[in-house]
């Protein structure tokens, strides 16, 4: 069966700092998407980062960035000049095609001015 | 566009009592998913439907069912309400094979 593991429960980073949130995978499928989502106190769950698996490139979004190594199935999200508005529930999130999304436990991330 | 809604947002029951949570999705998307999210399970796959079809399942008991109509628009059933079923039910929509699922704000549900 397909997991999800997100080993730190919560995180803190000084502000404009960078910070990477990891996460790691178990799967037989070699065709498959991983997600980071962002929850923030208004519980509004927002898609931050998507990675299709047999894209070898990693996926940027301004300051959000991934290092996605498939043969070690981790999936580590990277914050460059970490903002307050940063400050959330991170959850690693895996899917393959047609299938259910598998969500991590989350990592709690404090930005600390 | 408009996102995804979800009513009611807050919802007080009582054991025993059932109910109904409602999710609109984002125009053109026809796959909808529920999530049952409580701090100490996390966010947990409820089901999926696509097309007025349930595609994927997830572990819960049969108190738990749900439809889709042919709007897109889904529906969430609760029965015999427990006081475990209090929780943040989380309703998201995708195209058809892209899986960006995109959330709602959530209804909260307290059972008493």
């Known amino acids: 069966a397909q997991t999800v593991t997100q080993s730190q429960p919560e995180m803190s980073v000084q502000e404009a700092e960078t910070v990477t949130l990891s996460c790691t995978y178990d799967t037989s499928e070699s065709d498959y998407y991983l997600f980071w989502y962002k929850q923030p106190p208004s519980r509004q769950m927002i898609l931050v980062i998507r990675q299709e698996a047999y894209k070898q490139q990693n996926a940027t979004e301004n300051r959000f960035s991934v290092n996605f190594q498939k043969a070690a199935k981790s999936f580590s999200l990277k914050i460059s000049d970490s903002q307050l508005g940063d400050a959330a529930m991170y959850f690693c999130a895996y899917s393959t095609r047609d299938d259910k999304i598998i969500f991590g436990k989350g990592t709690r991330l404090h930005i600390l001015p | 566009k408009a996102g995804v809604t979800q009513t009611p947002r807050y919802l007080i029951k009582t054991r025993g009592q059932q109910v109904t949570l409602s999710c609109s999705p984002i125009s053109g998307h026809r796959s909808v998913s529920w999530y049952q999210q409580t701090p100490g399970q996390g966010l947990q796959f409820l089901f999926e439907y696509f097309s007025e079809t349930q595609r994927n399942k997830g572990n819960f008991p049969g108190r738990f069912s749900g439809r889709q109509f042919s709007n897109s628009r889904s529906e969430m059933n609760v029965s015999t309400l427990e006081l475990g079923d209090s929780a943040l039910y989380l309703c998201?929509?995708?195209?058809?094979?892209?899986?960006?699922?995109?959330f709602g704000p959530g209804t909260r549900l307290t059972v008493l």
């Open positions: 998201a929509s995708s195209r058809d094979t892209s899986h960006e699922q995109f």
